[in-house]
């Protein structure tokens, strides 16, 4: 059990470039969250997959924000059009069928200049 | 609208002394589960508990315990003769039945320990 993994771990990117974060959970976790956390912050929810099913988004999420986990397995989020106000660290966590216990990754750390 | 508020922002103590982190939910779901997270400072979130809305009893692990209490919405941490590995940041967290249409999770801002030697 390798835990979830996320790369990159550190990304430097200019307003306006698009960014694409991918987070590969634990083998066979059914279920794949996606969370933004700022500093001083929890993590707040973006969306949620149950296997490549999106079966919820954030309404506080804009429409640059995409994600996808096209075979049930790894996910990515992609942001367009970055802004400075989307520098954070984006979480990815993940939950076997029947659990509720998240599994968290160390994050991708986001930074907009 | 569910919500946790974890209004300690900032907790020192001395080693070996005990310490409660607060932490209380509001939600109109009758089943609903709340969790311990900790996100030591190299940042990676550690799930430490979780309590099912249905099952009141507290529990106890090693120095770490929990107080869960639904008349008084809270489920409050005590870590008993604390030690310097204890400090990070404890997050205590929400999700609600998904019968209600949402299978988010809510995060308190957390609550930060310092255990000083």
């Known amino acids: 059990d390798t835990g979830v993994s996320q790369n990159p771990r550190h990304k430097i990117t200019k307003r306006g470039q698009n960014v694409t974060f991918r987070c590969d959970p634990i083998?066979?976790?059914?279920?794949l969250y996606w969370y933004r956390q700022t500093l001083g912050q929890g993590p707040e929810f973006l969306t949620y997959f149950q296997n490549e099913a999106q079966l919820e988004k954030s309404r506080l999420l804009s429409d640059r924000f995409s994600a996808e986990r096209p075979k049930g397995s790894f996910s990515t989020l992609e942001i367009q059009r970055t802004e400075q106000g989307d520098s954070a660290m984006y979480l990815c966590?993940?939950?076997?069928?029947?659990?509720?216990?998240?599994?968290f990754g160390p994050g991708t750390r986001l930074t907009v200049t | 609208a569910q919500k946790v508020t974890q209004a300690q922002t900032e907790i020192s103590v001395v080693e070996k002394e005990d310490v409660t982190l607060d932490c209380v939910y509001e939600?109109?779901?009758?089943?609903?589960?709340l969790f311990w997270y900790k996100q030591p400072p190299s940042g990676e979130l550690v799930f430490l508990i979780r309590r099912n809305s249905f099952d009141e009893q507290n529990e106890i692990s090693g120095r770490y315990s929990w107080n869960f209490q639904k008349s008084t919405s809270s489920f409050n941490f005590t870590i008993t003769a604390s030690q310097v590995v204890d400090s990070a940041v404890y997050f205590c967290a929400l999700r609600g039945d998904t019968t209600s249409g949402t299978y988010k999770y809510i995060f308190g801002t957390g609550t930060r320990l310092k255990v000083l030697a």
């Open positions: 966590a993940s939950t076997p069928y029947g659990s509720y216990e998240q599994y």
């Open positions: 939600t109109r779901d009758t089943t609903y589960y």
């Open positions: 083998s066979e976790h059914n279920r």
